[in-house]
């Protein structure tokens, strides 16, 4: 919920780039809930999951958080 209160908060143009990092986010979270051996299946939009720095989605944050252990 605090997630969306947020976000609405901010323009569109914005909004896309937050929406994407909360998504990193909270996928994240969920691997820091299973613990340290913990794997998990991500399937989403392809424009979601790429891995461009610049572009600033979801994948490009993941991407910085989980360097080479992301596949």
Not at 16 to 44: C, H, S, T, Y
Not at 60 to 67: N, P, R, T, W, Y
């Amino acid at each position: 919920m605090q997630q969306a209160a947020e976000l609405y908060t901010v323009p569109l143009e914005e909004g896309v780039i937050i929406r994407d990092r909360f998504m990193a986010d909270n996928v994240a979270w969920l691997l820091e809930q299973a613990g340290p051996e913990a794997k998990i299946i991500l399937w989403a939009h392809n424009a979601h999951v790429s891995e461009q720095p610049e572009s600033r989605t979801m994948g490009s944050f993941l991407q910085e958080q989980f360097g080479e252990t992301l596949v």
